[in-house]
């Protein structure tokens, strides 16, 4: 098969056929989920990249991954229920328990290492930030959004242009929690460890970022493939 993509096509169709291609733009700094209705030659740009050398990265994970079954997160030929039900299994439900369990090691890190580590301070304070926005925003979807979207789906619906207005609501709060996140990664130079840190420190570092990736693929479903739908 061809490789498709060229300097053209918009960064959230790229992943939405090549799922891999998500680990390319991290790798780069190029946001796919909240700035992804972009073309790849703007995040270029943006991100001062070179375009030949991204366009061979991308088809280097193409060539290793197009005969892959897609990817369970890209659901691009799903009905929306499917998605909400995917959505609340998958991402909701794994971010809560993620932002609970991880918040005492942010605490510990931060008191114990904060002195030395200035940064460390501004990690705490942007990941209780994030928390909050998060588990806030995943409740409204669970309570009111989805189900309006799900009412929208079967012809139930009685206020479209409530609905339209709620979604739209929610892509800002996704732009916000990708900016949270930005600083986050920013703000610790990539995830980068210092030579004094210990196994605590390690592990908040490493599940910051999978962190950071679970929420840009949970929003990169919603931005990119549910809330177009309903919105376009």
Known sequence: MTFPFTSTTLVKDIVNKLP??????????????????????KAVSQNG?????LLEELKIV?????????DVEVWTESDSNTIIDHIISNYHRTSKEELTMLSPYVTKVSRVHGDNHLELLKVYELFYELKKELIEHMEKEEAIVFPLIRKFTDGTIENKEEAINLVTELEKEHDHAGEILRQIRSVTSDF?????????????????EALESLTFMHVHLENNILFPRYIA
């Open 20 to 41: 891999k291609a998500s680990d390319v733009f991290k790798k780069n700094r190029i946001d796919f989920c909240c700035g992804g209705n972009i073309p790849l030659s």
């Open 49 to 53: 990249l070179n375009m030949d050398n």
């Open 62 to 70: 193409f060539e290793k991954y197009e005969h892959v079954e897609k």
């Open 192 to 208: 980068t460890l210092p030579l004094d840190a210990c196994g605590t420190y390690r592990l908040v570092y490493a599940r910051l």
